[in-house]
């Protein structure tokens, strides 16, 4: 029974194409989020979905594309692959936001994304 | 701008040794704090939060951490380290935002 789940795991592909990645949540949560984790093990959060409406969208290159066809998914997709983009992805869920104290991130095992 | 500072890189620490690793951060309002872990190859799961109350807050697997506002310090703590403990531990602050801001990250790793 994985609480966030997401495929693939393991992603190589080459420079230039599209690609994506899913991500499903069993918790029951409202609030959906992508992080990315470089090579340094760095973790930048890059969007936040609350029940399908976008609420965080950081600095991201608009090559990335969230879309929440309901509250318990929250699909990434990614055109234009770069060498740059190779990092590992998390998905995560909260109930609710973060700001309201006694909700955390539960996350998922991770999407590894190489770009050659 | 807000942000996490994990002072340690990398710690090596043998069995049973004590550990402590500092985390400090830049906002001045109400914050929520966690450390998470990071296992080798595995996802992050959550050591310890904390949101108000007693700042010395006790986690999982017999982890700790003490919060200081003065100090804008919220530094993880376990008398004991044991070789399972070898991971990547991540402190984060939560602002009134609801944004989940991470340190950089410290990778210990306990040798048996």
């Known amino acids: 029974d994985t609480a966030v789940s997401q495929t693939p795991k393991y992603l190589v592909t080459q420079m230039g194409n599209d690609k994506s990645i899913k991500c499903e949540q069993n918790?029951?949560?409202?609030?959906m989020y992508w992080y990315k984790q470089d090579s340094k093990k760095f973790l930048k959060i890059m969007f936040s979905?609350?029940?399908?409406?976008?609420?965080i969208n950081e600095t991201v290159p608009n090559r990335f594309s969230p879309k929440s066809p309901d509250k318990a998914h929250l699909n990434l997709h990614i055109n234009s692959l770069e060498l740059g983009d190779s990092a590992v992805y998390f998905c995560?869920?909260?109930?609710?936001?973060?700001?309201?104290?006694?909700?955390?991130?539960?996350f998922g095992a991770g999407s590894r994304l190489t770009v050659l | 701008a807000q942000s996490v500072s994990q002072h340690n890189h990398h710690v090596i620490l043998s069995e049973a040794a004590s550990l402590e690793l500092g985390c400090n951060y830049s906002?001045?309002?109400?914050?929520?704090l966690f450390w998470y872990v990071q296992y080798p190859g595995q996802h992050l799961q959550l050591l310890l939060k904390?949101?108000?109350?007693?700042?010395l807050v006790k986690g999982i697997k017999g982890f700790e951490a003490e919060f200081i506002k003065s100090k804008f310090s919220f530094n993880l703590r376990k008398p004991s380290v044991q070789w399972s403990d070898t991971a990547e531990y991540f402190c984060?602050?939560?602002?009134?935002?609801?944004?989940?801001?991470f340190g950089q990250g410290t990778e210990l790793s306990v040798k048996p």
């Open positions: 995560a869920s909260s109930q609710g936001d973060l700001a309201g104290g006694a909700n955390v991130l539960t």
């Open positions: 918790l029951g949560h409202d609030t």
């Open positions: 979905y609350n029940n399908k409406e976008l609420i």
């Open positions: 906002y001045g309002g109400t914050v929520n």
């Open positions: 904390y949101f108000s109350g007693d700042p």
């Open positions: 984060a602050v939560c602002n009134q935002g609801g944004k989940l801001i």
